[in-house]
């Protein structure tokens, strides 16, 4: 290519004729379209490697409050039960409540929360990855409601968390929980979470827009919303994966404790300094 870029420049600084001219332009366009071409197929790595994590710290204030929604009730509610285990099937409801009284025997006989078989973890992760998709998908919606039923989805979803556990470690059988969530459950709950956070900032144009129309406010925050809603997505994912693989496996306790504990980290940290290297933090709106 370099050669035959000096064969044009040469070609036009000695006045050679023009078809041959054309030629050498021809081959030089050829090649630069090569060289330089859009490489399309690049834009999806991009975007995961830095425009992810740029989109949630350009919005921390709307993910620390669908943080709030998420795990305050849950905290509360985890207290009740725990200091009052009569008030479990009105909070977690008989279905929970079961669940926890016979995981106690399984965790006695060295069983796990819910079994797999290793030939339908595939459907299964897939009916996960499909559930999880529509929570969060509603979650953004729910900002359509002026941000009241993303608020709600996430206090009911909170209250459900922290109810299931309280009723599981009451039964004394909050290990088998513990051990089946805590794999896929630090992606999936960050998931809904900048899925709420979405939410919120459509429900935060439409009640505050400022002087702008509603109309313009969300056009502003569409970019946003937009970024924070593929996180989310991208998030379950991989979430479901892991829940239909990781989670129901047979691998011992403490390798899925690590497992958790190490992708939590990683998962801070990809969050907290992707992309920072590439372009300045943009201001939320």
Known sequence: YREVTADLARARTYGASLRLQLALDRRVTAGHNIFYRDRRDSRAWTWVRGG?????RANLGYVA????LLFIPAGIIYGVVRADPAKGPEWAGPVMTERAERGAIQLAEGGSYFEVPATTMPLFGAQITTNNLRVALTAVAG???AGLGTV???ILNGVHLGSAFAVFDNA???PILWEW???HGVIELTAIVLAGAAGLLIGGALLNPGRRTRGDALRLRSSAVAGLMAAALFLLVIAGLIEGYISPSTLPTPIKMTFSAVFAGILLLYLWTGGRDEVREAPSP
């Open 181 to 183: 969530v805590l794999p």
């Open 65 to 68: 409050l669908a943080t709030g």
């Open 52 to 56: 992810l994590p740029r989109a949630v």
């Open 152 to 154: 709600a989805l996430l």
């Open 172 to 174: 004394g059988a909050g």
């Open 143 to 145: 900002g359509a409601l």
